[in-house]
């Protein structure tokens, strides 16, 4: 087996050179930039290069004067402008101090800072290190700039929701309060008591599901009472009659007509229209007074009810009707039973629906 000449000798060493490093750094070991192969700076220079510019980060050099010796990859938002632009002078007396701070003790330091932009403020971590020679003297800072303002926002989203969902649980929780409250009131006992109460926490949650599918944006007036007539097995399609506008309700409006028209349900499905086959409910909807500015919005709902005996008016279905829902949405209803006919009529201003 012939040995190979000096040159290829060279080259393998050199090649095992590199796979040794290789795999050094797969490992995760430190690689000196002594035992780099040689000539390879630039390389290093352009590929660090390019990782600042892909990963958003700009790099800055000050000596001990604080004098800014070079940078690499400057963030736009960052560039003076001739007429304003820049960070804020507050901002830069920050930087300043924190400087000043990592040349007299050596250590490492981070601040976060933000400044006005077009397109709304703008947000850095910088990380501050020293630079220290051989012998542990600081020559140096190298200041590491991130611009997190996605993060920021994020997290300001993130609060805003949190605060919103705290709104409207206390809310959601003061109306099953309400409801407990009264249904203890009007029940003749714990069974009846369980029973009215249990099918009114289901009407509101099939109102709040309408209201969180629509990301908290609230339900259409339509599909809130159809879902309520869904829920104890009448078909809509069959038993509704829905005529004029179908507005978008505002989350609180959603969660109380949804809780008017789930007592007009019941009481139809026990006594009127929904309890035979051939009948129909009539609910119809309009903006009224439409000089004013905005319109109120006007809902009535009409049924034959031929087999009522007039039901006791202190009971909490029509407590509800008369006094808890439109005091909730700061308007007004009547509630009215004749001998064959009953209807609800509710009136609710602007600021509870938005109209197409």
């Known amino acids: 087996m012939s040995l190979p000449a000096n040159e290829n000798i060279q080259t393998v060493v050199a090649e095992a050179a590199t796979a040794a490093r290789i795999d050094q750094v797969a490992r995760g070991d430190r690689v000196d930039q002594d035992d780099l192969p040689p000539g390879c700076d630039a390389q290093i220079r352009r590929a660090f290069n390019i990782a600042l510019r892909h990963t958003g980060i700009y790099v800055a050099y000050h000596d001990r004067t604080l004098t800014k010796v070079w940078t690499r990859n400057i963030l736009a938002p960052l560039v003076p402008k001739k007429k304003g632009g820049g960070l804020p002078p507050t901002q830069l007396e920050r930087i300043e101090t924190a400087q000043r701070h990592v040349l007299e003790t050596g250590e490492s330091g981070r ?19 020293a630079d220290l020679d051989d012998a542990g003297i600081v020559q140096g800072i190298v200041s590491t700039w991130i611009e997190v303002t996605e993060q920021k926002r994020r997290e300001q989203t993130l609060k805003t929701l949190l605060r919103e969902v705290s709104h409207r649980s206390k809310n959601l929780l003061a109306i099953i309060q309400g409801i407990a409250s009264q249904t203890g009131r009007y029940s003749s006992d714990i069974g009846d008591f369980l029973t009215r109460f249990r099918g009114r926490l289901q009407s509101l949650s099939s109102s709040q599901d309408l209201v969180t ?32 506008v179908d507005p978008f309700l505002n989350p609180n409006a959603a969660l109380h007509i949804g809780l008017a028209v789930h007592e007009l349900v019941v009481n139809s ?37 031929p087999s009522c005996s007039s039901p006791d008016q202190k009971r909490f ?6 006094r808890v829902v439109p005091a909730a949405l700061d308007g007004m209803a009547t509630f009215e039973i004749s001998d064959d006919r009953v209807e609800y009529h509710l009136v609710v201003p602007a600021g509870n629906f938005a109209a197409d």
């Open 111 to 129: 601040i976060e800072v933000s400044m006005p932009h077009e397109d709304g403020v703008r947000w850095f971590d910088i990380w501050l290190d």
């Open 213 to 244: 599918s629509s990301n908290w944006r609230g339900a259409r007036l339509r599909e809130l009472i159809e879902g309520q007539m869904e829920r104890y097995g009448a078909d809509p399609s069959r038993s509704l009659r829905f005529e004029g």
């Open 269 to 305: 499905m026990s006594y009127g229209a929904l309890s035979q086959s051939d009948a129909v409910v009539d609910v119809t909807a309009g903006l009224a007074d439409l000089d004013a500015n905005p319109p109120a919005l006007w809902l009535r709902w009409s049924e034959r009810f």
């Open 317 to 322: 279905g029509s407590v509800a009707l008369e």
